[in-house]
């Protein structure tokens, strides 16, 4: 069982920028692919970016390609996403999960969300 605890959420202004960590309690995070999700009020979750278990391959919507970075640091079981030039339209509650499938399908574990509001 995967544990995974978001933090680094915040209120920001258009055209800032938040770093968003995700810390896994598993030992053998490396063996994960991980995710970004994010699920605005009324609307259902989407998928934000993702990063291979392996050679790193990183995946990307593109609603945020250019502005969002995914990275991991399995030494520290982390996994983080940088956003730069946030948008009011990025607003949302976001998830990290993890996947033992692939990076882009199979997420079995979730976290419990860390909130994120752009303002205008």
């Known amino acids: 069982q995967v544990q995974l605890v978001e933090s680094g959420g915040g209120l920001v202004q258009a055209g800032g920028s938040l770093r968003l960590s995700c810390a896994a309690s598993?030992?053998?995070?490396?063996?994960?692919?991980m995710g970004w999700f994010r699920q605005a009020p009324g609307k259902e979750r989407e998928f934000v970016a993702a990063i291979s278990w392996s050679v790193g391959n990183t995946y990307y919507a593109d609603s945020v390609k250019g502005r969002f970075t995914i990275s991991r640091d399995n030494a520290k079981n982390t996994v983080y996403l940088q956003m730069n030039s946030l948008k009011p339209e990025d607003t949302a509650v976001y998830y990290c999960a993890a996947s033992k499938v692939a990076a882009l399908r199979g997420y079995r574990y979730w976290g419990q969300g860390t909130q994120v509001t752009v303002s205008s």
């Open positions: 598993e030992r053998t995070f490396s063996s994960y692919a």
